[in-house]
């Protein structure tokens, strides 16, 4: 297939409520969408999901494929206009210019320059947005059903009374299994208290806690030492030094998942006693041929691999929903942030307004091909 046109759109998304970045909170979220248009060429097109059990995907001679990715690097400020810390190291604007900058080179070439591109990028939410973007237009994600069953997010709000947590807890479907639990965000007591409430109300349930890096390892001991172990799956990034998780496992053996520390652009693979699972966020970490080598290596040492969302619009979260379909069939992702935005993005999820193309600010740094606002 050959790219025909090529479109870059941002977005601003007002939330209806306040979201945790860390210990951070954010009012909105802002992003690109990339539109793409890609014509037949007759061939069978090919992907580097290796490991799905998919098939290529025929196209007619002259059919053209349209499709659109969201790239929104979880960088910016938070609510007191504090530069967000931990996620995202590259800016909306460090990748709105790189991407006005590639995509005139990629008109009129063939997709698979989607996949070398997103190879040689620096910046992870533009490699895995491309590598995407091939998968979309080969066919890829239309072949699988996504996971639509989500683990719920339990956290406070700030701008919102206790009353609406405890009915969100009520509310819970009996199917449910498993919850999300924001910690290392207020006071021990009360986010203890929340542990206990929870289960005091569904005993049948197991929590994944999630600390961001937010306990000194005394603090994550005295944490542990008052936790129910054997309702708790485990815990994300409990300490602020990662090599104090393995102190903490050792002293209480409190299963533990990594998160942040795969950030790291030199971070390796390496099995430490106590690790239980890599929570992978494919916006921050980068391409689908790096992520599946990630999840290959991590599942040859017993390792789960859960995706997770960086607080994607609905268009990303269904595409994650598509992706982790494929790449972690077995797991439930984490993908149950879209409660506080007020507004949906190209992919409806029951909002009472889905915006269109039509609503988003065509980049005026390029204009790669005409565009269609359709």
């Known amino acids: 297939m050959i790219l025909t046109s090529l479109s870059l759109y941002l977005y601003r998304l007002p939330l209806d409520s306040f979201l945790p970045v860390g210990k951070q909170r954010i009012d909105h979220r802002k992003g690109l969408v990339l539109q793409a248009k890609a014509t037949a060429d007759g061939e069978v097109c090919d992907t580097e999901i290796s490991n799905a059990e998919v098939t290529d995907s025929e196209v007619t001679e002259g059919e053209v494929k349209e499709s659109h990715v969201e790239i929104a690097p979880l960088s910016g400020f938070d609510i007191d206009q504090q530069p967000l810390s931990g996620f995202s190291r590259e800016s909306l604007d460090e990748v709105q210019q790189a991407l006005t900058v590639l995509l005139p080179k990629l008109q009129n070439q063939s997709i698979d320059c989607l996949l070398e591109q997103a190879e040689a990028s620096p910046y992870p939410s533009i490699a895995f947005g491309l590598s995407l973007l091939h998968a979309k237009l080969s066919g890829k994600l239309d072949a699988v059903r996504p996971?639509?069953?989500?683990?719920?997010?339990?956290?406070q709000p700030t701008d919102a009374p206790k009353a609406e947590l405890i009915a969100k807890i009520a509310s819970l479907k009996p199917s449910v299994r498993s919850v999300k639990v924001k910690v290392a965000q207020t006071s021990m007591e009360d986010e203890l208290s929340?542990?206990?409430?929870?289960?005091?109300?569904?005993?049948?349930?197991?929590?994944?806690?999630?600390?961001?890096?937010?306990?000194?390892?005394?603090?994550?001991?005295?944490?542990?030492?008052?936790?129910?172990?054997?309702?708790?799956?485990?815990?994300?990034?409990?300490?602020?030094?990662?090599?104090d998780n393995h102190t903490l496992y050792r002293a209480i053996p409190l299963p533990y998942a990594l998160d942040e520390s795969l950030n790291d652009p030199d971070y390796q693979f390496v099995m430490h006693?106590?690790?239980?699972?890599?929570?992978?966020?494919?916006?921050?970490?980068?391409?689908?041929?790096?992520?599946?080598?990630?999840?290959?290596?991590?599942?040859n040492h017993g390792v789960r691999c859960i995706l997770s969302s960086s607080l994607e619009s609905s268009l990303g979260i269904n595409d994650l929903a598509h992706l982790a379909a494929i790449l972690t069939p077995d797991e439930i992702p984490g993908l149950d942030t879209l409660t506080a935005f007020s507004q949906d993005l190209l992919v409806p999820s029951g909002k009472l307004q889905c915006l269109t193309l039509q609503c988003l600010t065509l980049n005026q740094l390029e204009r790669v091909a005409s565009t269609v606002q359709d």
């Open 147 to 155: 996971l639509t069953t989500a683990v719920p997010l339990i956290y």
């Open 273 to 299: 006693e106590g690790l239980t699972a890599l929570i992978i966020k494919p916006m921050l970490l980068g391409s689908i041929e790096k992520l599946q080598r990630l999840i290959d290596e991590a599942h």
């Open 194 to 243: 929340l542990i206990y409430g929870i289960l005091s109300q569904r005993p049948d349930l197991k929590l994944r806690l999630d600390a961001n890096c937010g306990f000194s390892l005394e603090q994550a001991l005295d944490f542990a030492a008052c936790l129910p172990l054997d309702s708790i799956e485990y815990i994300e990034e409990p300490c602020q030094h990662p090599q």
